[in-house]
């Protein structure tokens, strides 16, 4: 028997590639100690599918603008609170949200227009279907009441503020000359306490 | 440790109430020792609280599981800190926590309060008591933290994954000291309407009070976005969800008692206001909490349904009926001292502040309970939704930023054209020309446009009040501009600090109007395969699956989806967002997975990557990609607003000798009118 022999190429060859196995090893541990490596679109299985929420592909509807809008006007039914799109991006447990956006694809395709989908959703639900109540009726109050507070506030305070004014104004013209220097020598004021008023007065007025 | 928890809350019980009868029957008016037995009845309380607050941590702790609260909330795998958390985790136990707060704020009211208010502390001691006897009598009678069960489970259910979040140690608590410590101004109020010392004494003696409470619940609400939107998933950080408004409530009112007690301070008015302002603030405190635990308006935020909703909302009733009428009594000793001379003075602009301020409140408390009010008149159950407070609230907001920058242009009293014109050309023409670049551009949303250029605007009133403040500074003194920077701020910190929390608010405005750009794509990708998302800003994310690995940590099963992330063709990195199955100690789950986002941000955008599950079990990964402009200036900002509120409250400053110079101005008024 003979002993293996190495040429002097063959372990020079086989270090390098050792080397670089090593050094390509370290750079994919650097990047990330979990990440797998890139596949080329195979799916294997996960180890546990049962901690990870089933999902359907994501369709090309899934994406539509008009359909994301809509979404965001229309309450899921779950009980959560929050619009169909934002139940079906975020709470991964509803199964009531990607029904309800599946109904809106299919009515979608049945040629049906937004204000089609939302009046249908309504007959079905009831009116708290829509994220934000239909301004009509009772419904006004709800929408205008803030605004129209708003604007009778700053209609009384406006009046209110320039009656005042008027009633100052009235006021002051029985002192009507008298500016600081006259307030201060009538109250007796040394030309050193006038001059620091002053500069407290300018001080204060910027 | 229950029984001893469960005595100290009877213990409570009677020294509280022993407190609020003798400071409210006034018999220590006649007899000065009665006096400290009020101060001391008030330790006490706080004393008899704390035992009762470390009887529960100690049972959390020790993992006492037989007490219902524990076994609730916590199991033997969960980390040390969220078990501490987990004090206030749940409804029985954040009662005792806001109990035992609000004792200890009580207690330091009593002692640090100046001895020239002390005439004023008995009444203090009586409310605040009441207040604390309240919470109490819900812990022993409705909710009590210490219930026992009938068998002891082998594990607690743990604590719901949403919450075992650095961002949930520490929001609830900071919200919470926010919501209680408003029971001292409240009580000083009421103390100065019993006692008919009706003078600016009260004022001052809160002063700090209202800073600390506008500052926690500042701190809180900034918390609670940061929570939402590093939790939550949705991508987003406010959601006007009922519990979400019931904290911005407060911070409304509290916000236009800051700016309305500066007329007061200096002039004299607005005296029933505030006291209306700090009582309106506290009973919105207390309606958040009805809020929160009633159950009486759908919430993702609420604690379970139960019937502390009834207490709360007599002793918001309550509460309300006997404030207001103490008021309405002392309504003709509340006349103001000075008169509003012009439409064109700081006066009026605050008071267009209050205005809007409180105008905004109104309209979040009337969304909040238009759904009950529609079903009350037409028995129709609606839904009152983010699109319903966008479209009423953005233009009050607009409206408060305009505000938020003219009212420190105009001088007080009386403002002349000269000086309008002096003080607003630089401002205006900052906002016109960011307006005009906007629309340059290519910008074409109306609100995100008005909310820039008004920050800008807003920005431009900051800088020149600055730049005045220094340059004044260096003709007087030459010092410096740094020297003259720091001083004029250290020398009126109220006002200076002021600035620095309007710079806080029209950041975080400007950022709001970065998410009507926001956008959301869904993808499916098998390990290898990429999706293109477009930012708004027109560069190119490429986005590619790496694949998915499962794990075990600490007291979940995490399964890791890993994202390469380009940027126009440059490697910015792997991004990773999780499900998490959490577990109990003997492995078996406890809740549904739950996410855990992927967040990359910079200055001008974050990269939001949710992995929303798998493919029939495969590696096969759906995910929600969002691109949300601006949300890092919203962090930033909070930051701002809180360091602004802390500079404000700092000790020292010049306040009293700011006030002392303002009054100086109006003396010359007062003895040119012919004297006081």
Not at chain 2, 396 to 405: E, I, K, N, R, Y
Not at chain 2, 420 to 445: C, E, I, K, N, Y
Request: proline share 4%; aromatic share 12%.
């Amino acid at each position: 028997m003979t002993a293996p022999s190495v040429t002097r190429r063959g372990f020079l060859g086989s270090g390098l590639g050792l080397g670089l196995t090593l050094l390509a090893g370290r750079s994919a541990l650097g990047q990330d100690a979990q990440a797998p490596a890139a596949g080329g679109g195979d799916r294997s299985r996960l180890f546990d599918p049962s901690a990870v929420q089933e999902r359907r592909p994501t369709v090309a509807a899934d994406n539509d603008a008009v359909t994301m809008a809509l979404e965001k006007r229309l309450k899921c039914q779950c009980g959560c609170n929050l619009d169909i799109y934002t139940c079906r991006t975020t709470d991964f447990t509803c199964t009531t949200s990607p029904a309800l956006h599946r109904e809106i694809v299919a009515l979608q395709g049945q040629g049906r227009s937004a204000q089609e989908i939302l009046d249908a959703f309504v007959q079905e639900y009831g009116e708290q279907a829509l994220m934000a109540p239909k301004p009509e009726g009772f419904n006004l109050a709800g929408y205008f009441v803030p605004g129209v507070l708003m604007l009778l506030g700053v209609t009384a305070l406006t009046a209110w503020i320039m009656r005042r004014q008027r009633q100052v104004a009235l006021a002051s013209t029985g002192t009507a000359g008298l500016d600081v220097d006259a307030a201060a020598a009538a109250a007796g004021a040394t030309p050193e306490e006038i001059e620091r008023l002053k500069r407290a007065l300018a001080e204060v007025e910027d | 440790m229950t029984l001893l928890g469960q005595f100290s809350l009877w213990v409570a019980l009677l020294i509280g109430s022993w407190c609020v009868v003798l400071s409210l029957s006034g018999r220590w008016r006649e007899r000065p020792d009665l006096e400290r037995v009020i101060t001391r009845s008030v330790y006490a309380l706080c004393v008899a609280l704390l035992v009762a607050t470390l009887s529960l941590w100690k049972g959390l702790i020790s993992h006492d599981f037989n007490i219902e609260y524990v076994a609730a909330y916590t199991s033997r795998n969960l980390p040390t800190y969220y078990i501490v958390s987990a004090l206030w985790a749940g409804q029985k136990g954040s009662l005792l926590f806001w109990a035992v707060v609000l004792s200890l704020f009580a207690s330091a009211a009593q002692l640090l309060t100046s001895r020239r208010h002390a005439a004023l502390l008995p009444y203090v001691a009586g409310i605040t008591s009441a207040v604390v006897v309240f919470f109490v009598i819900v812990m022993l009678f409705a909710a009590n933290p210490f219930e026992r069960l009938a068998f002891t489970p082998e594990d607690g259910r743990g604590l719901n994954p949403q919450l075992q979040n650095v961002g949930m140690v520490m929001h609830p608590p900071m919200l919470y000291l926010g919501y209680i410590s408003i029971t001292i101004p409240f009580a000083f109020a009421v103390g100065a309407l019993l006692s008919r010392r009706l003078d600016t004494g009260w004022i001052v003696a809160i002063r700090k009070w209202t800073l600390v409470s506008w500052l926690f619940l500042s701190i809180g609400i900034v918390l609670g976005m940061w929570w939402a939107y590093v939790e939550l998933g949705w991508g987003g950080y406010w959601a006007w969800d009922p519990v979400e408004n019931a904290s911005f409530l407060p911070w409304l009112t509290m916000t236009a008692f800051l700016h309305s007690v500066m007329i007061q301070e200096k002039r004299g008015m607005l005296k029933r206001w505030n006291v209306a302002l700090i009582v309106a603030t506290f009973l919105l405190s207390i309606f958040g909490t009805f809020i929160t635990r009633s159950g009486v308006i759908a919430s993702v935020h609420s604690f379970t349904q139960s019937s502390v909703g009834y207490f709360f909302l007599a002793f918001l009733l309550l509460a309300g009926v006997y404030a207001f009428t103490l008021l309405w009594t002392r309504w003709p000793e509340l006349e103001p001292e000075g008169q509003l001379e012009s439409m064109l003075s700081r006066e009026a602009a605050f008071l267009f502040n209050n205005l809007a301020l409180v105008g905004i409140a109104f309209s979040v408390l009337w969304g909040t309970l238009f759904p009950i009010l529609s079903e009350a008149v037409r028995g129709n159950k609606i839904t009152v939704g983010p699109p319903f407070f966008n479209r009423v609230n953005i233009p009050l907001g607009l409206f408060l930023l305009a505000l938020t920058g003219i009212g420190p242009l105009i001088a007080w009293r009386k403002a002349s054209v000269q000086n309008l014109r002096r003080q607003f050309a630089l401002p205006v023409s900052a906002g016109l020309a960011t307006a005009a670049a906007l629309f340059g551009t290519g910008m074409r949303d109306g609100y995100a446009m008005m909310a820039i250029a008004l920050g800008a605007f807003v920005l431009g009133t900051v800088v020149q009040e600055f730049y005045r403040g220094m340059r004044a500074r260096y003709r007087m003194h030459g010092e410096s501009p740094l020297v003259a920077f720091s001083r004029l701020i250290g020398r009126n910190r109220r006002r200076y600090g002021g600035y620095i929390v309007h710079v806080g608010i029209l950041t975080m405005f400007v950022a709001f109007a970065g998410m009507a750009f926001k956008v959301d794509q869904e993808a499916t990708l098998k390990p290898g395969e990429s999706a293109e998302v477009r930012s708004p800003y027109g560069h190119t994310y490429k986005l590619t699956h790496m694949g998915v690995s499962q794990y075990k940590a600490l007291n979940r099963f995490v399964s890791a989806a890993s994202v390469q992330v380009e940027r126009d063709g440059r490697s910015l990195g792997i991004m990773k967002s999780e499900k998490r199955q959490h577990v109990d100690s003997f492995g078996r789950p406890t809740f549904e997975p739950s996410t855990e986002v992927g967040i990359r941000s910079d200055l001008r955008e974050d990269l939001y990557i949710v992995y929303a599950g798998s493919v029939d079990g495969t590696e096969e990964a759906v995910y929600r990609f969002t691109v949300n402009p601006l949300v890092w200036w919203v962090w930033f900002a909070g930051v701002v607003l809180i360091l602004g509120g802390l500079l404000t409250m700092w000790p020292g400053g010049g306040g009293v000798a700011e006030t002392r110079r303002s009054q100086a101005g109006y003396e010359a008024v007062l003895v040119g009118a012919g004297g006081k």
